[in-house]
């Protein structure tokens, strides 16, 4: 098939081409940045951790698709062992049973900075797990272990309507238990870097059409979720 979006690790912004690498570089290890995220997108984030609690199946592969520096996986990292806190849950009776953590990119620039913000992460439920990293184009056939979530965070809003069509179809795989996509939309009033295509809400859904959505943040942020029932 023949693929509409070639992805660069260069962007065009006001004026000078710069890389993703050196967009993201100041975040690495970055605990104000962390903690902003967090706060910002705590309800994705603490709706994945509810969805992998309720998963009955043991040994789940936590798998963060253009992950970029890692930054999702670190904040679930450390909402779930923040939320358990609150909640009164023991570190002893967490009931999670993630096996490995993936982080894929196609950049492998992006790649090492992952691997240098998420290496040595905070006291949590993912920080005493193996951690990979992998170079994937995000839109071809992968194979997934059972059982799988995957999650992307402000990833496929760079493509077009036929790859993001693509990138869904990659996630019926009855091996992909759960999965959980972030993307901007239409009411921001510009891009925040890159070529993000700000989409209303109503274009997500019926583009994507997942199980259930959540719109957070006065409208401007939309948490797309899918069930794979086996």
Known sequence: MLLTKVIVNTVKKGGIMKR???????????RFYLKSLII??????????????????????????GCGIG????????????????????????????????????????????????????????????????????????FFE?????????VLEHFEDEDITQIMETYKDRNVRFHAHYVPTDKYEKPSFGDERLMPVSKWVSLTNPDYYIVDNAGCDLYLFFNNEQ
Do not use: Q
């Open 40 to 65: 910002k997108y705590k309800r994705f984030l603490d709706e994945i951790i509810i969805n992998i609690k309720s998963m009955p199946e043991k040994g789940i592969v936590f798998k963060e698709e």
């Open 71 to 142: 930054t999702v996986s670190r904040a679930l990292n450390v909402e779930i062992y923040d939320l358990c806190k609150a909640l009164g849950i023991t570190k002893e009776s967490y009931n999670f049973d993630i096996s490995k953590v993936i982080c894929t990119d196609i950049d492998r620039d992006m790649l090492a900075l992952c691997c240098e913000n998420t290496y040595k992460m905070e006291e949590g439920l993912l920080s005493s797990v193996p951690l990979a990293y992998l170079k994937e184009d995000i839109r071809e056939t992968k």
């Open 20 to 30: 993703w690498e050196d967009h993201y570089k100041a975040r690495v290890d970055n």
């Open 146 to 154: 059972y059982p799988t979530v995957v999650v992307t965070h402000g």
